[in-house]
């Protein structure tokens, strides 16, 4: 990494909150529930169990934090934005939830058994995963997930509204994914990470009509910044005409999306 980068690292992570913590109860309660299956099948794959210690790295409002305890695991959990943790404290009471930078943990070393992070770490945050190596105990466990293959998913027409950000901005998007074949596994082992194994990872949003998915996908950090380029208005006008071209009658909109994990562990 270089000296640049670490700067960019130390400047950037506070404007975190600008585009995921405006609307932190709306993603808390109508975004973030569909990531249930994500956080339970990494768990299982983990083996999350009573005694574990267990980092979350962009825990966001603590949903797979408070999952992992339900498990028995003793929690902490970081992240940028400020709104967010407030979500997660309230919802993890007695977990050492706290506001921070990713890129540099403020956990002594070999503090945690397992450590996680759901599509919040990328392949221009290196640090981040340097300083997750540092954290977990020799042979702790790490699972990772990142978006798969967007464009073959099923629920493509979900993500779709994101486009509407500035084009460099969905350039950098796309720049940044792991998903891509070898790419997350060169990563991990420069890392150091051992016994790398990449995984389908089961997603799913579901919504009750057009309206509540606008609304939920309005939450999110990457609908910010198609908001920044055409207005609030005009991102909700085009996320609820998307989502009625994919209502079905008796059933809720549904878009299966694909995400990939990566398990690994740290060198003994």
């Known amino acids: 990494m270089t000296i640049d980068q670490h700067s960019r690292d130390k400047v950037d992570w506070r404007v975190v909150d600008e585009g995921w913590g405006r609307r932190a109860v709306d993603f808390a309660t109508l975004s973030e529930p569909g990531n249930c299956r994500e956080y339970v099948a990494v768990h299982q794959r983990l083996g999350v169990s009573e005694g574990d210690r267990l980092l979350d790295i962009a825990c966001g409002s603590g949903l797979a934090v408070e999952l992992a305890r339900a498990r028995g695991a003793e929690c902490a959990g970081i992240d940028a934005s400020s709104r967010l943790i407030a979500v997660a404290v309230d919802r993890n009471a007695g977990a050492d939830i706290r506001v921070g930078?990713?890129?540099?943990?403020?956990?002594?070393?070999?503090?945690?058994?397992?450590?996680?992070?759901?599509?919040?770490?990328?392949?221009?945050?290196?640090?981040?995963?340097?300083?997750?190596?540092?954290?977990?105990?020799?042979?702790?466990?790490?699972?990772?997930?990142?978006?798969?293959?967007?464009?073959?998913?099923?629920?493509?027409?979900?993500?779709?509204?994101?486009?509407?950000?500035?084009?460099?901005?969905?350039?950098?998007?796309?720049?940044?994914?792991?998903?891509?074949?070898?790419?997350?596994?060169?990563?991990?082992?420069r890392c150091g990470f051992v016994d790398i194994e990449r995984v389908d990872v089961p997603f799913v949003w579901e919504f009750a009509d057009p309206e509540m998915f606008a609304r939920a996908l309005a939450s999110t950090g990457p609908a910010y910044e198609a908001i920044q380029n055409v207005g609030e208005a005009a991102f909700l006008e085009a996320a609820t005409h998307q989502a009625r071209e994919a209502v079905r009658d008796g059933l809720p909109l549904r878009a299966p999306l694909a995400v990939v994990g990566y398990l690994a562990r740290k060198a003994c």
């Open 101 to 189: 930078d990713m890129h540099a943990l403020p956990w002594a070393d070999a503090s945690f058994d397992v450590a996680t992070s759901f599509r919040g770490i990328w392949g221009t945050t290196p640090s981040a995963v340097d300083e997750i190596y540092r954290v977990l105990v020799p042979g702790g466990r790490l699972g990772l997930t990142v978006w798969g293959h967007i464009k073959l998913s099923p629920g493509a027409w979900a993500l779709a509204p994101f486009r509407m950000a500035d084009s460099s901005k969905v350039q950098n998007q796309a720049a940044m994914q792991l998903s891509r074949p070898g790419a997350g596994e060169e990563f991990l082992a």
